[in-house]
């Protein structure tokens, strides 16, 4: 194994227990609580070098700074791998619950597991991931008159507020054909390499290792159950939002098919609240979205953050220290670095230094996830006294759901009319409707496209989807679970899912739709503590001390606990169940079957019918020609 760029702070430490390594496991208490605590001393360090580096990086895109992180990442491995060789000395059975839980996730090296045998090979991951993030970060797509959009505000910005079906479509495929084809190459090695680290820690495969983090073998099939659950709900909500959006794109859209990705008010067809000023049910009705009354009122981006910040203070948890607001970049930087606007929160290893990345648009949606980012800090914060081999949440899904249940306290009309964004008394039904659907846009229609994610994955890396099918296959899974369709035809050649942050950036992403689910358990148990009384979706939990306690016990375990006993702590409950989610949006459901009874509608989709199949009647206008002969003509580029 090369070894030229690795560090070793374990080494005498090695010393220390190296009697053990070649004939026995030690079960000597003193032994394991000497490694743990010499652990827990300098892990910090070795995190924060490369954390730093990493924020360095995506707030700076630059050859040099993304040669830093590679660095980083590989002089990280000395230490890790270290570790990981002096943690499985022990006898892990012989000593207490917590012992065993800090060996296990010592252990637990991920892609590090890579240098225990082969450092090139670590670097080389480590590159490819480096690339594929700045391919993602850098990417620009170019109109013939010259003018080059970047994803964030410019790409983003067309998704979101553009009717136009020619324009949707160039800004979708222009991203996928630059970024998408960029990471094609770089994510089949990925593959490789992924599934090579996986099998030196004994997994199958990376999606057998992602499972495992669950700590329990059901997980895939728990996720289908809930999944098969919601289905029926969002199905109605797919066939109310299908009308609403053939009034507006006309035969590019079938009232009994899928849905074009292209016109679901993001690049991804992930989150559509931005489509709700095309299907809110009662425009005459008091309008939910406070987009106007923060621009009105002069919100800044720093001043949206305070606020957000006095939502959890009220609930008696932490403000946000000092170093975050010296040290987070909150709006988009105009020096001219390149920089990853995609929203995310960082934790520096340090116990004090806590970060948020953003470039904050003065809207609701940016209102609301400030919340969810500050809620990845308060659980930063309030885990922060534990050793650093408990710095995370019970389950990757429980970091997403503790910001997603703030936001959803922080989105009632309740709530936004005691922060003064909103001006009415009392909600009627139709107020509560137009609520309940607004919610839904980014609840519910987000939850097959979590789901699916993953799936995808998971095929790939078991090699039951190989390289050839990567992009059928993709849009297979779409049709199927998600009843979305590409707005043009696809190629061999593209990898659209590579034009997804969280797929380049090697996170997995069932967490994302688990989140989804257990953020209203919480926001339920939340609720009761508050002494909320009426209907679920009424209840702002805002300046509850009670509710707060409750949820900061809950953050305090970090993942000192098995993930069910993090949840019976906030909710009494150990499973996952959808049916708080489920009761929060039981008036809407009937509201939409009666809506879509009246309409007759279709619920659910055929899967023949494509939007660019012109022998399935959809006719496309001389402008959509023009936009396609253009795509040819005119190279797109990616700005290196």
Known sequence: MASSHRIQPFYQFSLFLHLFALT???????????????????VGDIYFSRATAHWNYVTNITDENSQKTVDADVAASGFIIDAYVNASRFDAASFSADIQRQLKFIKDVQNYALAVEDEDKFRTLTDILAKMSGNYGSG??????????ALEPGLQEIMATSKDWDELVWAWKGWRDEVGRANRPLYIDYVDLKNEAAKILGFSDTGEQ????????????????????????????????????????GDNVDLKSALPSNILGDMWGRFWGKIYDVVEPYPDATSVDVTPQLIEQGYTALEMF???????????LQPMPELFWAKSMITKPTDGRTVVCHPTAWDFYNRVDFRIKMCTEINMQHFLTIHHEMGHIQYFLQYAPLPYVYHDGANGAFHEAVGEVMSTSVATPKHLKKIGLLDIEETDYKTDINFLLKQSLDVIGTLPFSYMIDQWRWGVFAGDITPETYTEEWWKMKLDLVG?????????RDLDATALLHIIYDYPFLRYFLRTIIQFQFYEAMCNASGHQGPLHKCDFYESKEAGKLLGDMLKLGRSKPWPEAMEAITGQREMSAKPLLQYFEPLREWLEEENKRNDEFIGWEKTWRPYDTSSGTR?????????????????????
């Open 210 to 249: 992602w499972r495992a983090h669950y700590e329990t073998d059901t997980i895939a099939d728990d996720a289908k159950a809930l999944y098969e659950e919601i289905l029926p709900l969002y199905k109605q909500l797919h066939a109310y939002v299908r009308r609403r959006l053939k009034k507006v794109y």
């Open 306 to 316: 305070n606020v957000s910040d006095s939502f959890f203070v009220s609930l008696g």
């Open 24 to 42: 026995l496991a030690s079960s000597n208490v003193e032994e394991v609580n000497a490694f743990l605590t010499y652990y827990d001393q300098h």
């Open 620 to 640: 496309f206008g001389p402008l959509f020609a023009t936009f396609v002969m253009l795509l040819f003509v005119n190279q797109l580029v990616v700005a290196e």
């Open 484 to 492: 979305v369709v590409p707005p043009v035809p696809r190629e061999e």
């Open 140 to 149: 620009e797509v170019c109109k013939t008159n010259g003018e080059c959009l």
